[in-house]
């Protein structure tokens, strides 16, 4: 049975890149939505309301073989109307990394919208008076405080994205949670390999934990020494 654990640890470390690339895609779209929801303008703001109530409203799985299949057949019916001769498959780990960022968007995108508006409108307001770009005063006066608003959201939405990423054997990357299949069934010893795979996912999770967790008392510290002078 040792002999399979080296392929899983390989798999491990597809599953951290998943995990990496899916989360700047969901970090993308939840500022992208989050700055629609608050814009002002009534198409952008009903887009990024749809977009948010779809998602969250469909399971991962479905949407998962929706994008891998049904992206497969349409893009190959979009390039037959263009005279492509030759079928296109689409890659199942850009699959996986395009379709958990884009479900993972839509609870960003909630998180960050709370974080931006839990930030003082006068800081944003006075950064403009003084001849502030918008941009320049999102990145800032905005982005440092909303970031300790959007952590323990951040946190919770990091954690699930992780574990999701298991979905992807689903469409055969062979990722960790695929490959300890794959060996479960030629030992029949699933739970030897599945307990080995529930660790490494522990691991990866317990670590993400410990980053977090610094990063949150790292953009806590000012507010920490300001009631401390206050009180």
Known sequence: MLDYLPGILHGALLTVGVSLGALAVSVL???????????GRTPLVVLATLYTTVIRGIPELVLMLLVFYGG???LNALLETWGAAEPVDINPFVAGVVTIGFIYGAYMTETFRGAILAVPRGQM???WAFGMGRLATFV???????????????TNNWLVLIKSTALVSLIGLKDMTFL???ASAATREPFFFFLFV???FLLYTSASLWALRWLQRRFSAGVRQADGWHG
């Open 140 to 154: 800032r006066i905005t982005l440092p405080q909303m970031v300790r608003h959007a952590l323990p959201g951040f």
């Open 72 to 74: 497969t057949i349409g």
């Open 198 to 200: 529930g660790g490494l």
């Open 29 to 39: 779209l939840g500022l992208l939505g989050a700055t629609a929801k608050l814009s």
């Open 180 to 182: 300890a299949k794959q």
């Open 125 to 127: 307001e006075a950064a």
